[in-house]
């Protein structure tokens, strides 16, 4: 989809110069579906969220309808970082930022009391993830909420300690949202460290 300037359109690895063992294909999971989830929750103006895998930042453009500060993204390929740059200030937003970089090595999380992902990555990328999350949670302790469109991996989540809370739109979507709640209360991949 492409009007007012905004490129939502979908993408696979290759087109964007990334191999299938890091990554999946780009499609935009923002949008009305994703603007009723968001209206269930309890969001302050001091909530920070990160799209984990943004892509080019069509949940971004949803986030931002929100009170968070900031909605910040984190995207690997470079290609689809400045497409998703390029949108957030055609539509202005100003309080995003879109990091590229792997998720996997991303480990700037204690910022960020929501987090939104699409299924953006195979488990090997996701394990490092929820790693590196649950490594911020043990360094500074707080409530923390997952958004997680098509959850494959949902096992993964709760053995980390995520309370699933709910899903939307079982019934009508083709990839409902899990929503989880929480913090881990103790490593479940070995001694946490902080990368700097």
């Not at 699933?164 to 209360?185: D, M, N, S, T």
């Amino acid at each position: 989809m492409e009007c007012r300037g905004i490129d939502l359109r979908g993408a696979n690895p290759a087109d964007v110069g990334l191999s299938e063992d890091r990554s999946y294909g780009h499609r935009d999971s923002g949008g009305p579906d994703l603007q009723q989830l968001l209206q269930t929750l309890s969001i302050s103006s001091s909530d920070k969220v990160l799209d984990l895998g943004c892509g080019k930042a069509g949940a971004m453009l949803t986030l931002a309808k929100f009170p968070f500060a900031p909605v910040d993204g984190v995207e690997l390929s470079p290609q689809l970082a400045e497409v998703a740059r390029r949108n957030l200030r055609r539509l202005g937003v100003s309080n995003a930022t879109v990091f590229c970089c792997d998720a996997a090595e991303f480990t700037e999380l204690d910022v960020y009391t929501y987090f939104y992902l699409y299924n953006p990555f195979p488990e090997m990328v996701l394990r490092s993830v929820i790693k590196n999350i649950e490594s911020s949670l043990q360094r500074r302790s707080r409530t923390t909420t997952l958004i997680y469109k098509n959850a494959l991996f949902d096992g993964l989540v709760v053995n980390a300690g995520f309370s699933r809370i709910a899903e939307f739109g079982a019934k009508q979507l083709h990839h409902p949202f899990a929503v989880y709640v929480g913090a881990p209360i103790k490593p479940i991949f070995g001694e946490s460290r902080c990368v700097q």
